[in-house]
Structures are given as structure tokens and as C-alpha cells.
């Protein structure tokens, strides 16, 4: 029985790292200086995306490992742009009603929303800040999307790297001459996250 156990979360893991390597090269495909072409992928790649989606989905595991981490990272990031896709051409997803909490998707066979996945799986289960550096919400004022997938071995380098360049990214924090400073909205929003204060 244990080798069977063994067995099958080799064979997960080794799918996992395939879904990743698909990812990847997805998001090489289709995004280009932090932006994603839309339309590229609604005239020729919606079945690959649906692909991608389905079998991470289908090899999700819940765990507090990395494998899992990522794969629900590269989930999320996917799953925000196939809503995009089904929508566009608009200019951000809060022009769709429900965009973050009212459409579902069937996530390890139950209804979730955006919302629940990030805030009832995803933050609780690895309780890392620099997932909101990782997490796109398609909207400009949002973490820029990289073209890579979040990989197991590298994901602590890649969160690393994430929060680094979203932090001196002038949309997160804007110095005045008057000696104040803006900072993005994430840090009001999820404030627990950061310190709590």
C-alpha cells in the first residue's frame, strides 16, 4: 500500500512539472513586456488554455508543499485570463459584474469563485505575502504578469523576484517631492499579510 501511495504521488508530481513546463511556454507565447495578448489568444489559443487549466486542475493536490503552491499559482493566473478572453475586448475586469466573486469554476470538483480560491485556499493554506505579487488580477493597477509559470524548484527565487519588481515598480509605490509617498491598495486590503499594521 505505501509503495502504491508512493507510486501515485510520483506520477503526480511528474504531471504537475508538466502542466508547469506547458504553462510556461504558454505565457512565452502570449505575453510580451508584462502585457498579455488577448486577442492572440481568443483567435488561436482558447483550447490550449482550457487544456492547461483542465490538467492542473485534474492534478491538484491539497497540500502545503510547493508543488502545490505553484500549481495553484500558474491555476489562478490562467484562470483570471480565461475570463478575460470569454469578455474581451474590455479595459479591466471590474467592467465584468461578478468577474472576482460571482462567476464559478469547478475547481477539484466544487463551485469556486477567484475570491474564494485566493482567499479560502490559496492565502490560509501557504500564508506567504509575496503570493500577492504573484496572484494577476488582470487590471493595470494589479502586479504585472511575467512570462514564466511558477516552477516547484524555483518558486522561492521566483516570489522573491516577483515582489522585488512589483515593489519598484512606480504603479505599487510613488514617491512625491513633497517627500510623501503612495503605496498600492493590496497592502490596505490585506494588511494582516504585510504585519498587520
Known amino acids: ?12 508530481l511528474l504531471n504537475t512539472s508538466f502542466s508547469n513546463v506547458q504553462v510556461d511556454s504558454f505565457l512565452k507565447s502570449v505575453v510580451n513586456n508584462k502585457c498579455i495578448n488577448y486577442e492572440l489568444i481568443q483567435k488561436e489559443k482558447t483550447k490550449q488554455l482550457d487544456s492547461l487549466i483542465q490538467h492542473i486542475n485534474s492534478h491538484l493536490i491539497n497540500s502545503n508543499t510547493q508543488q502545490s503552491k505553484a500549481a495553484y499559482l500558474n491555476l489562478y493566473n ?25 462567476t ?19 492565502r490560509p493554506t ?6 500577492h505579487f504573484a496572484l494577476v488580477c488582470g487590471a493595470k493597477g494589479c502586479p504585472p ?7 516547484t524548484d524555483s518558486l522561492d527565487q521566483q516570489l522573491d523576484w516577483v515582489s522585488t519588481s512589483a515593489l ?28 498587520g499594521n
Open 145 to 151: 504578469i511575467h512570462q514564466f509559470a511558477f516552477f
Open 168 to 195: 519598484n515598480n512606480q504603479d505599487f509605490i510613488r514617491f512625491h517631492k513633497t517627500g510623501t509617498a503612495e503605496i498600492s491598495e493590496i497592502f490596505k486590503w490585506y494588511v494582516a499579510d504585510f504585519g
Open 78 to 102: 490562467l484562470l483570471v485570463i480565461k475570463q478575460v478572453v470569454a469578455n474581451y475586448p474590455i479595459n479591466s475586469p471590474n467592467e465584468i459584474p461578478g468577474f472576482f466573486d460571482k
Open 1 to 12: 500500500m505505501k509503495r502504491l501511495l508512493t507510486i501515485a504521488l510520483l506520477f503526480n
Open 126 to 131: 501557504y500564508n506567504d505575502p509575496r503570493i
Open 104 to 122: 464559478k469554476f469547478n475547481i477539484k470538483k466544487k463551485s469556486t469563485t477567484l475570491n474564494e480560491l485566493e482567499n479560502k485556499i490559496i
